[in-house]
């Protein structure tokens, strides 16, 4: 447990590490996946990602917001201070239609947002990218609805040391098909989780540079704000 001050809900408070044993039956400590708070609940990484929020409105003012979730604790943050236009979504299922709302949860595939072109002065996602299938598609989607002048703010399972992607499955129609052991995250609308496509390494930079005129890599870290470990990797661009 760590003692410090959460940014997310400006308070004091202790962050609690996750621990548990590596494939190799070491100590293993997720910083990134970690670290929540005991008072908001958030991890580490989405605590990072309200305080990147919160400066990039102070300079930015949108007017309109997309967050890529909806039933989670980072999106409600937002909704109780942010007096615009905000939008959330979740990834109902397959067949459900694009836009369509279910019992107060609107449905939309990043691969193919329903959403006009240059809709949002904002966009945020965290870790969606690594659960799609075509994850470039979902960046060219993520662009389009993107105002001239705004900004993406978005974080994804990135690895300094990969010079290239590892794509660990792919979907082939109904089918998946995988080339590395599944892995699934934490996803609020399917108990079960969310299985992972993509590992990322820098050859996503260059896709990304591809689709933007701008593209930023910040490394967060702050032992005061319980904010520790080396792979905290948050990427911002604009058109």
């Known amino acids: 447990m760590v003692d410090g001050y959460c940014l997310a809900c400006d308070r004091a408070t202790s962050f609690r590490s996750h621990r548990r044993a590596s494939e190799a039956g070491t100590p293993w400590i997720g910083w990134r996946e970690g670290l929540r708070c005991d008072a908001c609940g958030m991890n580490s990484r989405k605590r990072a990602m309200c305080w990147f929020i919160a400066q990039t409105m102070r300079t930015l003012r949108p007017a309109e917001v ?120 934490g996803d609020p609308v399917a108990s079960d989780g969310s299985l992972v496509f993509t590992d990322f390494g820098w050859e996503f930079f260059e896709q990304l540079s591809d689709t933007f005129g701008s593209v930023e890599i910040e490394l967060f870290h702050s032992w005061q704000y319980g904010h520790l470990g080396s792979n905290l990797f948050f990427f911002r661009c604009r058109p």
């Open 66 to 185: 997309y967050v890529t979730e909806q039933m989670t604790t980072l999106y409600r943050w937002l909704a109780e201070r942010f007096d615009g236009t905000l939008v959330g979504s979740e990834y109902v299922g397959a067949g459900t239609p694009a836009g369509e709302v279910r019992e107060g949860v609107r449905h939309e595939d990043v691969e193919s947002l329903s959403f006009p072109a240059e809709r949002f002065d904002l966009v945020v996602s965290l870790d969606v990218l690594a659960h799609v299938n075509r994850p470039v598609r979902a960046v060219e989607e993520l662009r389009r609805v993107l105002r001239p002048g705004g900004q993406l703010l978005f974080t994804v399972p990135f690895v300094p040391e990969y010079a290239c992607n590892v794509t660990r499955a792919h979907a082939v129609g109904d089918e998946i098909v995988h080339f590395e052991k599944p892995v699934h995250y």
